[in-house]
């Protein structure tokens, strides 16, 4: 089991960054490919950001390429989202999840951390 604690999350104003962390305890993330999503109200769940195993790829949803940063520091068992340049539409809670390689859907989920961005 990976339990997955994820902080960081607040209101800003629009062009304001924040920092999300997701801390992990039970399991080393080193094996897991580690995703941030987010869900605004009423809207689906959608994938923000990926970063494999190795850390040395990504992947992000086109709607924050160049303004969000996925990195992960395997040492401390934790995975960060740095988001800049934050838009009202950037609103909902982001969870960050675990996901064994080549797994299609996370296997473990933290609790979500609420972002809300003031225009």
């Known amino acids: 089991q990976v339990q997955l604690v994820e902080s960081g999350g607040g209101l800003v104003q629009a062009g304001d960054s924040l920092r999300l962390s997701c801390a992990a305890s039970?399991?080393?993330?080193?094996?897991?490919?580690m995703d941030w999503f987010r869900q605004a109200p009423g809207k689906e769940r959608e994938l923000v950001a990926t970063?494999?195993?190795?850390?040395?790829?990504?992947y992000y949803t086109d709607a924050v390429k160049g303004r969000f940063t996925i990195s992960r520091d395997n040492a401390k068992n934790a995975v960060y989202l740095q988001m800049n340049s934050l838009k009202p539409e950037d609103t909902a809670v982001y969870y960050c999840?675990?996901?064994?390689?080549?797994?299609?859907?996370?296997?473990?989920w933290g609790q979500g951390t609420q972002v809300t961005v003031s225009s």
């Open positions: 999840a675990a996901r064994v390689v080549l797994a299609r859907e996370p296997a473990y």
């Open positions: 039970g399991r080393t993330l080193s094996t897991y490919d």
């Open positions: 970063i494999y195993r190795s850390g040395g790829s990504t």
